[in-house]
């Protein structure tokens, strides 16, 4: 995470990296354009990794 922060100052894109729990994502629609969960998912209990997963659109 935060070698991608780095890297977006570099290269002066407007990428805006935040680290946040996967439970607590923003409520609104439309109010991020990305989530990266890499090897976390799983680490929730069944509940939590259905919300996640409703969440981010049944992917």
């Given at each position: 995470?935060y070698?991608?922060a780095?890297?977006?100052r ?5 990428i805006h ?6 439970l607590?994502?923003p ?5 991020f ?5 890499y ?5 929730g209990?069944?509940?939590?990794v259905?919300?996640i997963?409703?969440?981010?659109g049944?992917?």
């Amino acid at each position: 995470m935060y070698q991608t922060a780095a890297s977006a100052r570099d290269e002066k894109s407007p990428i805006h990296v935040q680290k946040k729990d996967m439970l607590e994502l923003p409520p609104d629609d439309n109010s991020f354009g990305c989530v990266f969960a890499y090897h976390v998912i799983y680490h929730g209990d069944i509940l939590g990794v259905q919300k996640i997963i409703n969440e981010l659109g049944g992917c």
